[in-house]
């Protein structure tokens, strides 16, 4: 018997054993926790590892073989790796210390061996306490199952058939995608944090002429502001103090022929963003330190939370680069607007967080369904996420169903939303009509889009006009409008 988790490759592994979090979360318990790979080389250890075996963390065991450190105990270690079985529980001594030890291998989720995860407890003074260690022991294997699978999912950009949304107002924004990526204008993606900005950009990408091209992101906010302008335009050699020989490339020349994505736009510093401008009017980019310009073939996607208009007058962002920018706008509506896909989301979402073998056997239950159908969630998708990682570490090992018990406080605490009517008690929220309620706002923004024109906005939603028509008459909706 073995592990298997989605793990892809040594690389992935590495980047696993030096995340800071990992190493947090394990230094933390009272337990040993140790990784070795393939070839007997000891890729982690944890802090309470080294006391168990009377070892001085200062002088680090990660990177030695496992028979340069134990003279005994090695065996149990090479025998999981060649057999990838798991050890058998047996006791260990080290000066002085009794504990128990279990080995067991790690296979990726193509069946190939990724390292034998060894586990000690000591039992010389705790022996009350070994049941609750084992049943901690368990809770740790879904963690670090999590962070595998986090490390390792989200590699490849989305497309738009890998974005979740059945209620008409994420076709309608979809559809529109789709569209916008045929053009070579600026997208503009508004939408509160945690609404899938990234994602749409990374759709819009997917489904243009440039789909073979660089996807290069940015985070605005996250730019120190002394090397902003390096980052996104460049240096050539000697720029400045302590400039890169050779000099560097910035964002904008490295999407050539690809897509640029500008995330919190809104936190960009004015004096960029009058550069920033001029490089949208011409696709013409001056290096720090460069005479001339160099041409690189971008196409811009940009996104915020914030509102710019806003912005504009309080003279915090510039006028014109906000016109230049919004040409093509998508407004993702926050999570309480489209409760619809709620139940998808949280299927795609478990699959990504624990593996799609062990999402087939969780399931959850009708209690939590409804208690996320009323939730607010003001942190949106990213929000939803993040609950269900935090249940999915919870659970017991044995557990297969997703219950209120394993969910975070703060669902249960003022819960309700400002989009949920008042007079709705718990339970009794009508999933038919939150679609409802959806799909009579797309159809607005449809007819909003296309001036009125019922046959353009039903080509928006994907269907006939006698289906808009339809649609229209059953939701209640007036008939008023004129063709233009």
């Known amino acids: 018997m073995s592990m298997p988790f989605p793990i892809a490759s040594d690389e992935d592994f590495k980047r696993l054993v030096e995340n800071p979090l990992f190493h947090q979360l394990l230094d933390a318990l009272s337990i040993g926790v140790s990784l070795t790979d393939p070839t007997g080389t000891v890729r982690y250890f944890s802090q309470s590892c080294y006391h168990i075996y009377g070892l001085d963390p200062s002088e680090s065991v990660v990177g030695k073989k496992i028979d340069a450190i134990f003279q005994t105990g090695r065996a149990g270690v090479l025998n999981s790796l060649q057999t990838r079985q798991i050890n058998t529980v047996n006791s260990i001594s080290y000066n002085g210390i009794e504990g128990l030890c279990r080995r067991c291998p790690i296979l990726d989720d193509k069946g190939n061996l990724v390292c034998c995860l060894s586990e000690v407890i000591v039992t010389t003074h705790d022996n009350e306490r070994i049941e609750e260690l084992l049943h901690n022991l368990q809770q740790l294997k879904r963690k670090v199952g999590y962070f595998i699978a986090q490390e390792t999912t989200g590699g490849g950009l989305r497309t738009f058939d890998d974005l979740v949304g059945d209620t008409s107002v994420m076709q309608a924004l979809k559809a529109m995608g789709k569209r916008f990526a045929r053009s070579r204008e600026p997208v503009l993606i508004l939408g509160e944090s945690g609404t899938g900005k990234e994602l749409f950009a990374q759709a819009i ?55 640029i994505f500008l995330d919190e736009i809104g936190e960009l510093p004015l004096y960029l963003q009058a550069k920033l401008l001029r490089v949208l009017e011409s696709n013409e980019i001056q290096k720090i330190g460069m005479s001339g310009s160099k041409y690189s073939d971008f196409r811009l996607i940009a996104a915020t939370n914030r509102n710019l208009p806003e912005l504009v007058d309080k003279r915090q962002f510039r006028e014109d680069l906000y016109h230049r920018l919004n040409i093509l706008e998508l407004n993702l509506p926050p999570l309480r607007k489209h409760r619809g896909d709620i139940p998808s989301l949280i299927t795609q979402l478990i699959e990504g967080i624990c593996g799609p073998q062990k999402a087939l056997e969780m399931r959850v239950s009708q209690d939590v369904l409804d208690l996320f159908m009323r939730y607010g969630w003001p942190g949106n998708v990213r929000e939803l996420k993040n609950v269900l990682a935090y249940a999915y570490c919870c659970m017991d090992d044995d557990a297969v169903e997703l219950t209120p018990r394993y969910l975070p406080e703060r669902l249960f605490m003022g819960s309700r939303s400002e989009d949920v009517p008042a007079a709705v008690e718990p339970g009794a929220f009508s999933f038919q009509a939150m679609q409802r309620e959806a799909e009579k706002r797309a159809i607005e923004s449809a007819l909003t889009l296309a001036g009125g024109n019922k046959s353009k906005a039903a080509k928006l939603l994907g269907f006939s006009r006698n289906t808009l028509y339809l649609k229209m008459k059953a939701l209640g909706m007036g008939l008023k409008r004129k063709e233009t």
């Open 205 to 259: 990408h997917k489904a243009s002429p440039r789909a073979n091209g660089s996807f290069i992101s940015v985070n605005c906010a996250a730019l120190p502001r002394e090397l902003a302008e390096s980052e996104l335009f460049g240096y050539v050699e000697g720029a400045f103090t302590g400039a890169r020989k050779g000099g560097q490339k910035g964002k904008f020349e490295l999407a050539d022929k690809g897509t």
